[in-house]
């Protein structure tokens, strides 16, 4: 007894959905684990750190689309003193500044 397969359109795109199905739950699986250090301190595998910069700059980029820019001078003597007062408060303590080291692990 032969048995032949017919090839459709159909069976190809049923095929080829559930292989991306499963690679998304796979993906979805191996996040959930925590298996994968995300940590700032711990440095990432370079296609890792591509993909991460990528969705940064684009997060960015979508997301300022929103922001209006202040009417003020932005490079006025009271704008910078406020700026460097956020960053010390809020980032330096992570980041460093040229008075600090950075600390990742904060």
Not at 19 to 31: D, I, N, S
Request: with cysteine; charged share 15%.
């Amino acid at each position: 007894m032969e048995l032949r397969l017919r090839i459709t359109a159909a069976r190809v795109l049923i095929g080829l959905s559930s292989a991306l199905l499963c690679l998304a739950l796979a993906v979805l699986l191996f996040a959930y684990s925590g298996l994968y250090n995300v940590a700032a301190s711990a440095g990432h595998l370079a296609w890792v750190e591509k993909f991460l910069t990528f969705a940064l700059e684009r997060s960015i980029t979508t997301w300022s689309l929103a922001v209006e820019a202040p009417p003020e001078d932005l490079e006025s003597q009271a704008r910078v003193k406020i700026g460097a007062g956020h960053f010390y408060g809020g980032c330096a303590s992570c980041h460093g500044s040229p008075q600090t080291e950075v600390n990742a692990v904060h």
